[in-house]
């Protein structure tokens, strides 16, 4: 299994400007939740944003301190930080078209 | 032996005044209780008393996880109660998260858990050392969260966790219909239950509590009545004590010189429950206010509880009978408090007596009057709470004066029936005779003292109360002007004696004086008898002298005389003198 570590900035195509979309992940361990929560994060980011977005995963465990600032509660959450407004999913985001949704991301296709 | 080296269930005094008691200890340690009640009947408060004494009291830190609340409301909340919040977050001593979910904002999408609340607590928990939680309510994540099983499974395993943990946890819940709590948080928490109610009885208010269930320990059942005040939550084990008060010898004045004769010259007993029953203005409060004064004097420090005026009327009109009752307030060793009898409920009132008495450690009480209780529930209710006052009052050694009005036609029962419960029963009428109302006092009942039987008419006077003395006529005891024209003519009669007296001492006193003169008189004729007899006596001397010159005389010239002068005596007596 890859460690789950803070990933910056998964810029397919060179373009030197702010991603446009900004998440984080939280997760606590590597839980297989957590995990499944994470392929589920790449594999829509990749289809959707290509290239446009920036991934930090937090592993509260590590950093406990940082759950208090996005008001975490449930685990796993992600966290649109960008563009404002914030908004928070919750869950393994197993459901593609909800966390499109949720992300406020509209279809390419 | 055996039961003493059995485990017992380990406690944690929570500080809130009166539980400990009633829990006989304090709240499960390292288990979570469960507070729960309707709005606003102070569970949030029950829980950060239970934690700022923790804190500040016990040395044991405490974490508030708020999910209603933020930290700054919360501390804006209780600063009126002394609680400075802010203060023990900086030196460590608590740590206030607050945790909210905005529906509007959030998405789920598959599974979760609430591992993020996990980690919070714990870190927060970890980050002071923290012996003590509450959670403020957790009910408040089922209006975020959509999935109620998750929500349930991850509450349930939060108090395992809490108890794994070996936290004291307190845990609120708003009650639902027909439920402890809406969302049924009873089933999880079930170590110790408290329910905390707010009911409203003919208008007033009485906060109570009950401890529903308490595994593993005997508990107080009955439900108690609760204040919050400055002092924060105060409880009030005042059911069931027993009638195990001592009894002091000791004698304390009435204040009043007359009714102290009355009550074998030396007054109450002290720690004694004393009432006055009488129609209005028969003068109860003022006997009340001399007891009141009676004490200050002796340095005692008195509680007075008027139900019917604002202290400054009380002052101003003690003023009037020459009790200055204002320089004992200004001392601090009166206290007086106001207040409608309709303004709480009676278990209200019997919470603030508890409060005051501890606070002033008053030595004196007065009630006055005591029967404006009675509105305030029904007569089971107002018994059973002037029971617990006389019996508090006795258990506290402090001594009780009540009054209570009483229909003029019917003095001999009190519309409280607490009669009975009064060691000393004094009857204050008004006797309405030739025209004119005047007041009197007998004393129906003391126990444990021989007392006067006498019924005696007093006066309010510019020098306060004053007995008057007993006059009886055909009638009975004469009050009144009767008695007024009757002492006057007891002054005359006196007087009437006092001149007879006189006049007889004055009849002897010129007898003896014109004795004396009489026996001067004689006195005087006695000498001037004497000196006539001394001049008779010279007189004849003399003449006797004349003789016998004139017989020498003739001798001489008669020749038979020698010159020498010696002549023959015819008797020899003369011749050698």
Known sequence: ?????????????????????????YVAGQTPRSLQALSNLKKICEEHLTGNYRVEIIDLLKKPQLAAGDQILAIPTLVRTLPKPARKIIGDLSNTERVLVGLDIRLLR | MKEKSRPRLSKALTGISGLDEITLGGLPRGRPTLICGGAGCGKTLFGLEFLVRGATKFGEPGVCISFEESGHDLAMNVASLGFDLEKLQRTKKLVIDHIYIDKSEIAETGEYDLEGLFIRLDAAINSIGAKRVLLDTPEALFAGLSDVGVLRSELRRLFGWLKEKGVTAVITGERGVGTLTRHGLEEYVSDCVILLDHRVQNDAVTRRLRILKYRGSTHGTNEYPFLIDEHGISVLPVTSLGLTHGASKERISTGIAGLDDMLSGQGYFRGSSILATGAAGTGKTTMGAHFVDAACQRGESAILFAFEESPQQLIRNMRSIGLDLGRWVKKGLLHIEAARPTAFGLEMHLVRMHHLLAEYKANVVVIDPISALLPGGSAHDVHALVLRIVDFLKQSGATGFFTSVAVEDDMQSTALSISSLVDTWILLRNIEVNGERNRVLYVLKSRGMAHSNQIREFLLTPHGVQL???????????????????EAEERRELLRQRQSEKDRQLSVKVALRSLDAKIAELQAEKEARENQLIAAIGENEQQKAALLAERDSLRRSRGMIDSSGRSPRPNGRESKP
Do not use: H, I, N
């Open chain 2, 468 to 486: 008057r003395d007993v006059y009886l006529g055909p009638g009975g005891v004469l009050t009144g002007s009767a008695r007024v024209a009757r």
């Open chain 1, 1 to 25: 299994m890859k460690p789950v570590k803070q990933t910056k900035a998964k810029t397919a195509k060179t373009k030197p400007t702010e991603p446009r979309y900004d998440l984080r992940l």
